[in-house]
């Protein structure tokens, strides 16, 4: 009877142990994999309704552009085109055909097709032909059935004991843990190379957490990170994960497992729980990753944010007290104070976009001043969002596929956008009330060195700073930063924003403020590099609006994603 004791309280002590050091980890049970790349003539459309997974194959350069035509074998007469993409940047991964719409009316489930992919290059334009074979949804489900009968028939007993294990361990923890309560992976081959991972992830306490994928090929001798070894796309896959309950991560091996004909795989999930959103999201705009940082790199910004990377800092949500009192130097009449609280927090630039960022999305540098790190400029609303779908906020978020930030929605999958005239405010502030985020005011409407501390402007063009002189913007990043790590809210160049001018803000308090519905001009904030001190303050808002057409030489922006 003590031998039984003590094994038990040794049993829940490991438990213990292991459920609070925070962090945990769970297998799944093995599922077939297969490294081997799929051929033009090998991907099939499941079902009415589901994604063609294809691979493009290019002699030369990256693809202009992108056709794909179906045509029925047995009646060559009766054809559409599913997909056509000229975005001027590569074009990887899966395409949506419905062919229940009107267009595709004459295409039969049971028959075969046969698929041709026009691709255009910088040299030349290829076709390349594949068979597909149409399977109705029903049939679908029988065969994923039969699958994953197939992955699990043998570990029914040992998954059936694992999940009493775990509903046994959770019941006696009345701590606040987190932890992943089930794994189950199913490869999409031949359909796709793509791995889904679904699992369940539980705590008492937290909503945000650290979380890594690895996998093993040879039951554990050996593991890797999956971020490594390909992409991760859908949850948790920069690293962070929001909210409990189930979830889905989907992954699509690179190149060095072509080598694997077939085998055994097993994918384990790490998480870990955290107090909150990462102080820092960085995307890589030549590999097309991003991760998140608690901190700023140790070794500070360097030119590398400003180019290849792009920068973002978490503004907490908040309220804070919009516009200016009336003893502040250089204030304007409009700037009524009043209350405002933003319900979402939100990644903001570190730093302006930079002529070489805008360049790399965009595919072209509209500025007059030149400078791979300096601000772009001479933009127009227009040309950051679209004059069709994108001038119609606030009434609507969407933007013109071939803007600046269609592409760059295209290209990351998230919503950036511009902040609306109160986000801008309350990120300048970080919390301050002063005129200047430095916290300190000005001591002169026209020239102040409190200025010159935190910014570009008109009387310290030639302070040598970034080594840009003589009336120009310089190098983002080259005078302080304010509270929450934001650099160059104060001059350099002026920032466009998403709402309508308008005159006075007035004084009641608002939650989330759009602006007006319609208007004349947009907003830019923050004052420039030709300005006094005065119109470079946190509340200034007189001079700085622009037509939604029309460029200028000082005015640029900087992005914001909603984090949660």
């Not at 302006?352 to 007059?368: C, D, F, R």
Request: negative net charge; hydrophobic residues 35%.
């Amino acid at each position: 009877m003590l031998k039984s004791k003590l094994i038990l309280a040794l049993s829940f002590g490991f438990i213990a142990a292991a459920l609070f050091a925070g962090e945990a980890e769970l297998w799944s049970s093995p599922f077939e994999f297969s490294g081997k790349e799929i051929k033009q003539d090998e991907a099939l459309l499941l079902k009415t309704t589901d994604r063609i997974a294809y691979s493009s194959v290019l002699a030369n350069g990256e693809p202009e552009s992108l056709k794909i035509e179906v045509t029925d074998v047995n009646d060559p007469f009766i054809s559409a085109t599913l997909f056509s993409n000229a975005s001027g940047r590569a074009v990887e991964g899966s395409f949506f055909w419905d062919y229940t719409q009107p267009e595709y009316d004459d295409f039969n489930q049971f028959s075969t097709y046969l698929i041709t992919e026009t691709v255009k290059s910088s040299r030349e334009t290829k076709a390349y032909p594949r068979t597909i074979n149409l399977v109705p949804e029903p049939a679908v489900a029988i065969l994923l059935a039969i699958a994953g009968s197939f992955v699990l028939r043998r570990r029914v007993k040992t998954a059936a004991a694992a999940f009493a294990a775990l509903a046994a361990f959770a019941s006696f923890n009345a701590q606040a843990y987190c932890y992943v309560t089930k794994i189950d992976c199913l490869q999409l081959f031949p359909f796709s190379r793509s791995v889904v991972v679904n699992y369940s992830v539980e705590s008492e306490s937290a909503e945000y957490f650290d979380i890594s994928f690895y996998g093993t090929l040879d039951d554990g001798v050996t593991t890797f990170d999956l971020s490594e070894k390909g992409e991760l796309s859908l949850d948790g896959a920069e690293g962070l994960l929001t909210g409990v309950g189930d979830h889905k991560t989907l992954w699509m091996p690179d190149e060095s497992f072509y080598d694997i004909e077939s085998g055994p795989m097993k994918v384990k999930v790490l998480i870990k729980e955290r107090e909150g959103l990462p102080a820092y999201y960085v995307y890589d705009l030549e590999t097309g990753k991003g991760k998140y940082l608690d901190e700023a790199p140790s070794e500070g910004w360097t030119d590398e944010y400003k180019t290849a990377k792009m920068p973002f800092a978490l503004i907490p949500a908040g309220t804070f007290t919009m516009g200016s009192p009336i003893t502040e130097l250089g204030r304007e009449g409009q700037e009524d104070m009043h209350s405002v609280t933003l319900t979402k927090s939100f990644y903001m630039g570190v730093f302006e976009v930079t002529q070489k960022q805008y360049e790399l999305i965009a595919g072209s540098n509209p500025s007059l001043y030149t400078g791979e790190t300096r601000p772009v400029e001479n933009v127009s609303y227009n040309s950051i969002r679209g004059a069709d779908k994108g001038a119609l906020w606030p009434a609507s978020s969407e933007v013109d596929d071939d803007s600046f930030l269609g592409k760059f929605r295209a290209q990351t999958g998230k919503g950036y956008d511009l902040p609306t005239d109160a986000q801008w405010e309350y990120a300048c502030r970080a919390e301050t009330t002063s005129a200047l985020n430095s916290g300190k005011n000005l001591t002169d409407p026209y020239e102040c060195p409190n200025m010159a501390e935190v910014g570009r402007y008109a009387y310290n063009v030639n302070d040598g700073k970034g080594g840009i002189s003589n009336k120009k913007h310089t190098v983002v990043g080259c005078y302080l930063p304010n509270a929450w790590g934001l650099y160059d809210m104060h001059g350099n160049v002026s920032e466009m924003c998403l709402d309508w001018s308008k005159g006075k803000l007035g004084t009641e308090s608002v939650t989330d403020p759009k602006g007006p519905d319609t208007g004349q001009t947009r907003l830019t904030r923050g004052g420039s590099f030709i300005e006094d001190a005065e119109l470079c303050r946190s509340a200034a808002r007189a001079i700085s609006i622009m037509p939604s057409a029309s460029p200028f030489g000082c005015t640029g922006f900087r992005l914001v994603l909603t984090a949660e």
